[in-house]
């Protein structure tokens, strides 16, 4: 999977799948379909990466694992983000992350469920309430480069405000902790907002 053998991936996931489905581990089930999930997505095929998340939720409430619970709405509601027809699906489920993620004081969750409520606000030209959920997200990322892209996504608000000095501002920090982080790609992200921002 993380070498983007996405046909190898997803063949041994689907062994892992029959395995842990003959043995009733519906914790292992609820993993793998996320995992195959993820594949598909990042494959293009939103409809099989919804169809499994989809079904990692059903398994993950009916064992009531939370954490479980949580992944399943966070890749529900990104896979939403992508169409401007699907983005109150995309928020009803983010929302739903972000309630339950705080109940387990989850905070890497807590940081995606709101950066991704954030950007939908952003899409929707609500840039108070985006930047509300930018900063909210800021706070539970914890240095990681999760971190530079929450940054960036506040940079953008700012820029849609017409307050580029602070936008720049920003972008100078998010670019030194990337370099940190020897995080490149958020890193170049940094650097075409930032190039954006002059422009």
Known sequence: YYQGNYIEAISLWKKSLAVFDSIHDQLGVANILSNLGATYYNEGDYNKALDHYLRSL??????KDTLRIVTALLNIGAVYIDKPSTHAKALE???KALELSEK???KEAIATS?????EIHFLAGKYDLALQYFEKSLKYTGGT????YT???ISNVYSKQ???NE???ILEEAITIADKLNAKPNKAHALVALAETYR
């Open 167 to 169: 936008a720049l501002k």
């Open 145 to 148: 480069d999760g971190t530079v």
């Open 162 to 164: 017409g307050k580029f």
């Open 58 to 63: 059903k398994v993950s409430e009916e064992i």
């Open 104 to 106: 387990i004081e989850y």
């Open 114 to 118: 709101s950066v991704n409520i954030g």
């Open 151 to 153: 940054m960036v996504n």
């Open 93 to 95: 489920y983010s929302e």
